[in-house]
């Protein structure tokens, strides 16, 4: 079983940067695939990225592309979301979850933390 805590949310303006991370209890992190999800107010929770289980592999939605990036250090126990050229439209909860498929479905994912809000002003 894996515990995920985000952190790191907060007030930003519209282009400035926020830096999540999502810190992981037990003693097999390193062996989780590991994304990142967000959920804005009256829509469907969507991927954000996604990193393979030694770092070597990362995917974007095309909606972040350029302007996330995803990391993890398995000896900290912790992955990360660095967020920069933040837009409006970026405000919503953003979740981390932990699995074994390198899957932009939600369904892929066993393990998730209880999510940090970002809001972007304009």
């Known amino acids: 079983q894996v515990q995920l805590v985000e952190s790191g949310g907060g007030l930003v303006q519209a282009g400035g940067s926020l830096r999540l991370s999502c810190a992981a209890s037990g003693h097999t992190f390193s062996s989780y695939v590991m994304g990142w999800f967000r959920q804005a107010p009256g829509k469907e929770r969507e991927f954000v990225a996604v990193?393979?289980?030694?770092?070597?592999?990362?995917k974007y939605a095309d909606s972040v592309k350029g302007r996330f990036t995803i990391s993890r250090d398995n000896a900290k126990n912790t992955v990360w979301l660095q967020m920069n050229t933040l837009r409006p439209e970026d405000t919503a909860v953003y979740y981390c979850a932990a699995g074994f498929e390198g899957s932009n479905s939600t369904s892929e994912y066993l393990y998730w933390g209880q999510g940090t809000q970002v809001t972007v002003s304009s």
């Open positions: 990193i393979s289980w030694n770092g070597g592999r990362t």
